[in-house]
């Protein structure tokens, strides 16, 4: 089965606080993608990172930063020293060699001035 | 940077009523795919189309539901006979052979009233 859970429904923290959007994903392929995808109120959803299975390098890109461990079938994603415009929904998705991409439910996250 | 275009943006409509909307891919992008997002839920496959044809469809994508590639740049989807519960935003996506990601188009937000 292929599957990506995201146990966070909802979750609030005060600005400038780190926060962390657990992802658990399961597929039985060997070779899959896993992304983020950012979706602000307007709705559109917005590419933030892929990493492929071969890669469990974690990588930071400015107060972003994602930690693939393939051991715990997890791609976590951390927002350090978050701002209110972070506020938004996020997805973690899964993507397997027949190409479609299934996401998990999402975790609404707020961020209080 | 190229982008997915999707029109309209909000297209509202009657129950019974035939609706197409139009996804314009990356230019050089050759498979493409239509998303579902049932308002404050998760992101849902519809189908993948690739040289012409259905690739693969989920189980949402019934009877009503058809896509078309009409010509070298538009990606259509059409519903014959809307329903209340096809109220949703509809994302089209489109991938090429050089790249492992979908990219999104901004959705269009159907209401069936």
């Known amino acids: 089965a292929q599957k990506v859970t995201q146990a966070q429904t909802e979750i609030s923290v005060v600005e400038k606080e780190d926060v962390t959007l657990d992802c658990v994903y399961e597929?039985?392929?060997?070779?899959?993608?896993l992304f983020w995808y950012k979706q602000p109120p307007s709705g559109e959803l917005v590419f933030l990172i892929r990493r492929n299975s071969f890669d469990e390098q974690n990588e930071i890109s400015g107060r972003y930063s994602w930690n693939f461990q393939k051991s715990t079938s997890s791609f976590n994603f951390t927002i350090t020293a978050s701002q209110v415009v972070d506020s938004a929904v996020y997805f973690c998705?899964?993507?397997?060699?027949?190409?479609?991409?299934?996401f998990g439910k999402g975790t609404r996250l707020h961020i209080l001035p | 940077e190229p982008e997915v275009t999707q029109t309209p943006s909000h297209q509202v409509t009657q129950m019974g009523q035939e609706v197409i909307l139009r996804c314009v891919p990356i230019s050089n992008h050759l498979y493409f795919y239509w998303y579902r997002q049932i308002l404050g839920q998760k992101v849902e496959f519809l189908v993948s189309?690739?040289?012409?044809?259905?690739?693969?469809k989920s189980e949402i994508f019934d009877d009503q539901f058809s896509v078309e590639r009409p010509d070298g740049s538009n990606f259509t989807l059409k519903i014959r006979s809307t329903k209340l519960e096809d109220s949703a935003m509809y994302f089209c996506?489109?991938?090429?052979?050089?790249?492992?990601?979908?990219?999104f188009g901004p959705g269009t937000r159907l209401t069936v009233l």
């Open positions: 998705a899964l993507r397997n060699r027949d190409d479609k991409i299934i």
């Open positions: 189309f690739y040289n012409n044809e259905i690739s693969e």
């Open positions: 996506a489109s991938i090429g052979l050089s790249t492992d990601t979908q990219y």
């Open positions: 597929t039985r392929d060997t070779t899959y993608y």
